[in-house]
């Protein structure tokens, strides 16, 4: 049974040096839309990495997450809390705001793999969940390098 992870347990918050390559196909369950995001957006958005980074994140919409559940079966999920905490995320579990973060592993002694990121929207608008009034049609998130081949 999976339990509470608490900010201070060292090896327990390892990552896994994942290559975004591998997004696709570890994303080929998932049918709904997904961004790749964070530092490694920037780096695919400069072409060439600009710094090193430890995890990767995945950003989906706040309505697709237990498509989660369904794509991602028998692996560890667990959401972060603003207290810096790692909670089991169940499937008859619904995040709401603030939580944001869900972090994923396909065994518990596994590194993490990636960080799954739920993001707002109302209808066919993005928006920002720090600030409701950035918004940007959801047609126009992102974009598709050719080498990655995200889906969206």
């Not at 390559?21 to 600009?50: E, I, K, Q, Y």
């Not at 309505?63 to 999920?77: C, I, N, S, T, V």
Request: hydrophobic fraction near 40%; include cysteine.
């Amino acid at each position: 049974m999976p339990a509470v992870i608490g900010f201070d347990y060292g090896d327990l918050w390892k990552w896994e040096d994942f290559d975004p390559s591998r997004l696709s196909s570890l994303m080929s369950t998932f049918d709904a839309p997904w961004w790749v995001a964070g530092g490694r957006a920037l780096d695919l958005w400069m072409g060439h990495p600009t710094r090193a980074h430890l995890d990767v994140d995945v950003a989906i919409l706040r309505a697709d997450q237990k498509l989660l559940h369904e794509a991602f079966g028998g692996w560890e999920l667990y959401y972060a809390t603003p207290d810096h905490r790692l909670l089991p995320y169940r499937s008859e579990c619904w995040l709401e705001e603030p939580l944001h973060g869900v972090w994923a592993r396909p065994a518990s002694d596994s590194p993490w793999l990636c960080e799954f990121l739920l993001n707002e929207h109302e209808g066919q608008q993005w928006v920002y969940r720090r600030n409701p009034a950035v918004r940007k049609p959801l047609a126009e998130v992102g974009f598709m390098p050719r080498r990655l081949g995200c889906r969206s």
